[in-house]
């Protein structure tokens, strides 16, 4: 029989003096975890040092989830790994002028510091930021359409991340749904036959994930422009991307701007911007000047309204294309890396053994599906890739299965290569290949 005598409580445990730099509430949790660890042991017949599993269990509580990761995983704009990578200016006191007016005095407006880098990137009359597309496009409909139907093509009828759907979005924001065309073939012609006195806009949503190929036919933005302006209705484009350049220079092609969005007469266009734009997580609202008011106005504009370390990064990443200075923004940055130096990257890192081998890295976060660049990645086969996997990811580096092997591709890391480390390139390189060989040399 145990003798559970022998084990502290939780009282006398959280106060022993190896634990007196942590809060009482992490003392107390850790103290509990830690006895009723020790407890589990002796009924097995080991005996635990509980005082010790306490401290362990402390430093665990007290670690931050949020941890920096290495992302070799080949897709670029990696849903789980926070989308586009950012480097957020620092202001090293604790207030902004936020909201402030530094000339009067008096209370400002935050959408002050990006609307006019906005408008003059994009082109439109009137621009707002909310916390994320999705946010975007429910503020837009609530405050034009609610009441109202909506039209949108059967093949825009999308899913997006974490199960939710654009129909689910348009009934909740007060609107009817009116699906026009079919999955694969829709027309203007459907559009146009559609409309009724009761519909409020044409809405083109982005395809996201997925793409329809071989027999298909959708209406531009110019002809659906044309349809709205002849019925009096409004033509919203849930644009999606944000990109504000032509991605032909990286070799990536049809590629939808924003600024393209704006010029074909979308009278609201609605984009993300963490994606091709590179910046924080935001929802970025851009059109007529009328619009826009009445958006800004809507209760749901409070709700969802950006904070303010988005509109700060969110301002940094416009001012960089505002000056044309995209070597300022990380993900122009990994885009303009050539595939040879990637390789050389590779072969840095390889363990002994290992191949390197072509690879695509994808744009990912659905801004393109199928759409990627040329790079390269570190092979590493195993008989066990799902192990090798997660051996990698306790070290933080995070990769892919691909063909029965664990794929590794540094293209996304290119920071890590001069700043990451004293020393530069050789420390660093010999840093992952250093955990590249040990894991790899469990799961062969």
């Not at 906005?118 to 082109?123: E, M, Y």
């Not at 033509?235 to 393209?260: C, K, R, S, V, W």
């Not at 990811?393 to 063909?403: E, L």
């Amino acid at each position: 029989m145990p003798d559970y005598r022998s084990l502290p409580s939780v009282t006398e445990l959280a106060s022993v003096s190896e634990l007196s730099g942590y809060p009482e509430r992490i003392r107390t949790v850790a103290s509990q975890k830690a006895i009723s660890t020790a407890r589990t042991n002796l009924e097995k017949g080991k005996v635990t040092n509980a005082q010790e599993l306490a401290v362990a269990f402390a430093e665990q509580l007290s670690r931050l989830s949020l941890q920096k990761v290495f992302n070799f995983s080949g897709v670029i704009l990696h849903t789980g790994l926070g989308r586009a990578p950012i480097e957020p200016p620092i202001i090293g006191e604790a207030y902004t002028n936020l909201e402030f007016d530094l000339e009067t005095g008096k209370r400002g407006d935050r959408q002050d510091h990006v609307r006019e880098l906005l408008c003059q990137l994009t082109g439109a009359e009137d621009a707002l930021v909310v916390n994320n597309a999705a946010a975007g496009v429910f503020l837009t409909l609530s405050a034009l359409c609610k009441g109202k139907e909506v039209l949108l093509s059967r093949g825009e009828s999308v899913e997006i991340g974490g199960s939710f759907r654009m129909p689910e979005i348009i009934k909740s924001s007060g609107c009817r749904l009116v699906d026009v065309g079919a999955t694969n073939r829709t027309y203007v012609n459907d559009f146009s036959e559609s409309i009724t006195t009761r519909t409020a806009a044409l809405l083109r949503c982005h395809p996201s994930n997925y793409e329809i190929t071989g027999f298909t036919d959708f209406p531009s933005l110019n002809d659906l422009k044309g349809v709205a302006r002849d019925n009096g209705i409004l033509l919203i484009n849930d644009q999606g991307n944000g990109a504000m350049i032509d991605f032909a220079q990286y070799g990536i092609h049809g590629i939808e701007t924003l600024p393209a969005s704006v010029a074909a007469g979308a009278d609201i266009s609605i984009a993300s911007g963490d994606k091709l734009l590179g910046g924080p997580q935001c929802g970025i609202i851009v059109g007529r000047k009328d619009l826009i008011r009445k958006l800004t106005k809507h209760p749901i504009a409070r709700v969802v309204r950006i904070d303010k370390v988005g509109i700060l990064t969110l301002e940094s990443v416009l001012r960089c294309y505002a000056s044309r200075q995209l070597s300022g923004i990380t993900l122009h940055r990994i885009l303009s890396i050539l595939p040879e130096t990637i390789r050389t990257w590779c072969e840095a890192i390889a363990p002994d053994g290992a191949s390197v081998e072509p690879s695509i890295c994808e744009l990912g976060s659905g801004s393109g599906s199928g759409k990627g660049i040329a790079s390269y990645a570190v092979v590493l086969r195993s008989t066990r890739p799902d192990r090798l996997l997660k051996e990698l990811r306790n070290h933080k580096i995070i990769g892919r299965i691909q063909n029965d092997a664990v794929w590794l591709d540094p293209r996304c890391e290119e920071t890590i290569y001069h700043s990451w480390r004293p020393g530069g390139v050789d420390t660093t390189s010999k840093y992952f290949k250093t955990q590249l060989g040990e894991c790899w040399e469990k799961w062969k």
